[in-house]
């Protein structure tokens, strides 16, 4: 198992940027896909974006594609999600997840496939 922490999240004004982390401890990222998901109270929890360690391999959610980009650092152990104009409506509560995988068959954007998960970090979008 591998433990997951977020941090970065808060209070933005609409349009603004945010940097959101998800450092791994306990063991390293190496071998996992790691998600970003989202969570407004009342609604399902969505994936937002995906990035396989090894390769590098990413997917969005077709909502943020343009907008937001995941990223990771291999010296840091850390994945990022990086937020670009954001509005109002985006102020759920954000989840970093991760799957250890055997081989690489496409980055996992369901919920259930991830077995591993951070807290949550609060990211609030002021109008």
């Known amino acids: 198992q591998v433990q997951l922490v977020e941090s970065g999240g808060g209070l933005v004004q609409a349009g603004g940027s945010l940097r959101l982390s998800c450092a791994a401890s306990g063991r390293t990222f190496t071998g996992y896909i790691t998600g970003w998901f989202r969570q407004t109270p009342g609604e399902e929890r969505e994936f937002v974006a995906g990035i396989d360690w090894n390769g590098g391999y990413t997917n969005y959610a077709d909502s943020v594609k343009g907008r937001f980009t995941i990223s990771r650092d291999t010296a840091k152990n850390t994945v990022y999600l990086q937020m670009t104009s954001l509005q109002p409506e985006h102020t759920p509560l954000y989840y970093c997840?991760?799957?250890?995988?055997?081989?690489?068959?496409?980055?996992?954007?369901?919920?259930?496939?991830?077995?591993?998960w951070g807290q949550g970090t609060q990211v609030t979008v002021s109008s």
């Open positions: 997840a991760a799957k250890r995988r055997a081989s690489y068959s496409g980055i996992y954007t369901a919920k259930v496939e991830y077995d591993n």
